[in-house]
């Protein structure tokens, strides 16, 4: 298993325009490996060919690395589920200082028992987005997050954690452009302003990275409870 993931990863690197210790690669595909293994006992992927999850999980994780300098900076993970794409950054720039943050307990104390086993350094957060972000409100150079909700509701949960300068790291699929044509009001409000759009092709589909930056301190009421923001999105 673990080789063919480090086959299919050593093949997408080079598309990326990334080049990664061997170390870091074997550390990728040990930490697919295990969220694999872990998938058997817990629900945390539906991929589970390792080819599949050397491209859907590790390498459309690594394509933030191509957008943004992340040595030496602060990266809250929001939502992080089983680790992507947190781990595999961290993994391949180390100088991240990463936080992982999820509100799925049993979740998160299996990242904090595995991610030592690989040497991998992050802080494991427990908790609600909207509820952790009232001791860590503008506390983070970098916020990211994957498959967690359509923009105009991740952005409530996810602006407020970013300092004035810093950016967004916004994953998304082929539905990119209309959710952001259907966040201009929550931009706007939350102190952000659309940067780029970069497109990457993973298997057949076109998978996007939307960059906000944040030009003004968001507003404090924001982010409002889940259920609010749920009800009626910015």
């Avoid at 781990?87 to 595995?114: F, H, N, Q, Y």
């Avoid at 003004?216 to 982010?223: C, D, F, G, L």
Wanted: aromatic residues 4%; charged residues 25%; hydrophobic residues 45%.
């Amino acid at each position: 298993m673990t080789q063919i993931m480090l086959d299919t990863l050593n093949a997408g690197l080079p598309v990326l325009g990334l080049d990664l210790p061997e170390e870091a690669r074997r550390t990728l595909c040990g930490f697919g490996t295990a969220v694999v293994k872990q998938n058997e006992v817990m629900n945390l992927t539906a991929i589970t060919e390792p080819e599949r999850v050397a491209k859907l999980h590790l390498l459309d994780s690594l394509s933030l690395l191509t957008l943004a300098d992340l040595a030496g900076k602060t990266l809250i993970d929001v939502g992080c589920g089983a680790g992507f794409p947190g781990v595999p950054v961290k993994i391949a720039c180390p100088g991240v200082k990463l936080t992982l943050l999820d509100s799925l307990g049993k979740r998160m104390a299996w990242l904090e028992t595995v991610l030592p086993t690989l040497g991998v350094e992050a802080e494991c957060l427990t908790a609600r987005a909207e509820e952790a972000v009232t001791t860590r409100r503008e506390s983070y150079d970098f916020a990211t997050s994957r498959a967690v909700a359509r923009l105009n509701i991740l952005l409530e949960l996810t602006a407020p954690y970013v300092k004035v300068g810093g950016c967004v790291l916004a994953m998304k699929g082929s539905a990119a452009r209309e959710e952001l044509a259907e966040a201009k009001n929550a931009i706007s409000r939350l102190g952000l302003k659309l940067e780029r759009v970069a497109d990457f092709q993973v298997e057949d589909a076109t998978h996007s990275v939307i960059v906000l930056r944040k030009i003004k301190a968001t507003p404090a009421q924001y982010p409002r409870r889940y259920a609010k923001i749920k009800q009626n999105p910015l």
